[in-house]
């Protein structure tokens, strides 16, 4: 596998320059599969040779990268050695390389494949917590949660491949002046058998009917801060309805998360910090850091100057808490709980600034914990609307997902011979959606579009689940062919050599993502393997060739389609067999 080669590579390095093969290690990068033209298998840049002192820094950069390369001396693991444009470019015996990367699948596994490499070795293994999704109670999960819920669910599942113990949390809205309004309203028109019948619509029914009523209403925004203050002050009648409310969503909840494949270890809220909120405060009182505003409510003096040019507002004029007090309580509480050693958020980009003062705050405190906490932001969905053009929950949307799904799926042969259509359906429909959000920087904005989505063939997620379902469908095809004795020469086609030097990039994939927490790295990754998997299906037969030759290649296919099916699995995917 990769390491292999690199590690060969650097001790070749590290003896010409009279260097620690490490400090190359890290400065080898496999060369990515361009246009389908033949290329060497991994680089090196001099320029940061020079900058670091391994190389002097003056004289021309192409003559030394050329010199350089003339000292390196080919052998059994490097057969060609070349210098272009302060690159130097290192090709390995092709037999080799076959035998190196395909070794791992010989049992049909090959599960850990590039999270062994020396490049991952830089990230600390240790507990992270993730909190994620954090929809309001009360409501219908609405699709705009969708990107906050996949992209936890995605970073969660790549810090674990790589060793960590991961903590998955759900901190749902479920406290503040929108259960004063939910409250105040429900008195008005809330109705016990609707409640029954379709509990969340009727709640936002009356959610939406109790807001129009406060924009005009002095009475009704006086009620719900009634509410609200009754609830902070522990009233039984206002808790139990509250946590009525409460029940009756987590459960819905509970519902759409096993369809998008989405699991949590803890479902917390804003309400379990309540009494955490006011030890905050009182903190902050005690240590001079809490002053009062003109108008009466108790802020924190962000401004480097300390003139309140700056301010992070923590209560109300009347006493009550907020978002942020409660999430320096929360935060303080995970971390006595759990002991993570980094907690990441994943919110919105319009949280930005309320994440960086919550920072702020606890380091003021004293946390010097909250510098491995992290906030990753993403940008807004554009155009997610049902076929009527209404706004759309997700489930709406999940369900118009998997109808389309069905639909195309219906047009081909296959689909009356599966066990399961619709349940096919609703993950390739699942796929499609992950891939069109993941394709591109998580901060950007982006446009749904529901054609393009679902396409079986392009860059969908929908082509990702049809080549799986291919290669699945070639073994399956091939029992028997596995038996020969695997032959490594036998795959010398320029078709299966940029599978095999595809796969060699794999643990930098991994590395790239773990850096930025950015999944259009795998994806990308992903959609290149299947688009280089097609060409070599139609050049590369299995069944008619020689049996050693079959057997060469069935384990091409199935190292392609066990570091396809890794991939998809780290994205939230789930793979299927057949489509």
């Not at 010097?368 to 992290?374: P, Q």
């Amino acid at each position: 596998m990769a390491c292999f080669f690199r590690r060969r590579i650097a001790e070749k390095l590290g003896r010409t320059l009279q260097q620690s093969e490490d400090v190359f290690i890290p400065a080898l990068t496999a060369i990515p599969v361009l246009k389908k033209q033949q290329s060497a298998d991994f680089r090196l840049a001099v320029g940061p040779l020079r900058s670091c002192g391994i190389l002097p820094s003056t004289g021309d950069i192409q003559l030394q990268t050329e010199h350089l390369a003339a000292q390196l001396k080919q052998d059994g693991v490097v057969e060609d050695v070349s210098a272009a444009s302060g690159m130097i470019h290192f090709k390995v015996n092709r037999t080799l390389l076959a035998e190196k990367i395909l070794e791992p699948f010989k049992d049909g596994d090959g599960d850990n494949f590039g999270l062994d490499s020396e490049l991952l070795n830089c990230f600390p293994r240790g507990t992270t917590l993730v909190e994620y999704s954090s929809p309001n109670i009360a409501k219908k999960f609405h699709a705009g949660h969708l990107r906050s819920t996949i992209i936890g669910n995605f970073i969660a599942n790549l810090k674990e491949s790589l060793g960590n113990k991961v903590i998955r949390m759900n901190y749902l809205g479920d406290w503040g002046m929108q259960f004063g309004l939910l409250g105040a309203g429900f008195g008005q028109f809330g109705c016990a058998e609707k409640l029954k019948q379709n509990p969340l619509q009727h709640l936002f029914e009356v959610y939406v009917r109790v807001n129009k009523e406060a924009e005009h209403n002095e009475d009704v925004d006086r009620a719900a801060r009634d509410f609200f203050r009754q609830l902070e002050q522990h009233e039984s009648e206002a808790v139990s309805l509250w946590r009525r409310f409460r029940e009756i969503t987590v459960n819905e909840y509970r519902r759409v998360y096993e369809r998008l494949g989405v699991g949590f270890d803890v479902y917390c809220g804003e309400s379990f910090h309540q009494r955490g909120a006011h030890e905050v405060v009182q903190q902050l009182q005690s240590r001079g850091l809490l002053k009062t505003s003109e108008k009466g409510t108790g802020v924190v003096d962000l401004s480097p100057q300390g003139d309140m040019s700056s301010v992070s507002t923590l209560l109300r004029s009347d006493g009550t808490s907020l978002y942020i007090t409660r999430d320096i309580a929360a935060a303080i509480d995970r971390k006595e709980k759990y002991h993570f050693d980094e907690m990441i958020y994943v919110t919105d980009k319009s949280q930005e600034k309320h994440f960086h003062q919550l920072f702020q705050i606890l380091l003021t405190m004293g946390h010097s914990w909250v510098k491995r906490c992290r906030h990753v932001p993403f940008g807004l969905v554009r155009g997610m609307k049902t076929r009527t053009g209404e706004v759309v929950f997700l489930e709406d949307v999940l369900d118009e997902a998997r109808a389309r799904m069905l639909h195309n799926m219906s047009q081909t042969n296959t689909t009356k011979e599966m066990e399961h259509p619709a349940d096919t359906a609703e993950k390739v429909g699942m796929s499609a959606l992950l891939v069109q959000d993941f394709k591109g920087p998580l901060l950007s904005d982006y446009k749904f579009d529901w054609d393009r989505m679902l396409q079986a063939q392009g860059d969908t997620g929908v082509f990702l689940q049809y080549t799986h379902a291919r290669l699945c469908s070639l073994i399956r095809r091939s029992e028997g062919v596995e038996g020969a004795t695997f032959d490594p020469s036998l795959l010398p086609e320029q078709t299966g050599v940029f599978i095999l030097q595809h796969l060699l990039r794999y643990d930098e994939i991994l590395c790239h993502s773990a850096q930025d927490l950015q999944p259009r790295h795998l994806v990308n990754f992903s959609l290149k393997l299947c688009h280089l998997v097609a060409s070599a299906h139609r050049e590369l037969p299995v069944k008619g060739s020689p049996q050693n030759v079959a057997q060469a290649r069935l384990r091409l296919f199935a190292a392609a389609r066990s570091v396809l099916a890794h991939a998809m699995r780290i994205l939230g995917i789930s793979p299927v067999d057949r489509m």
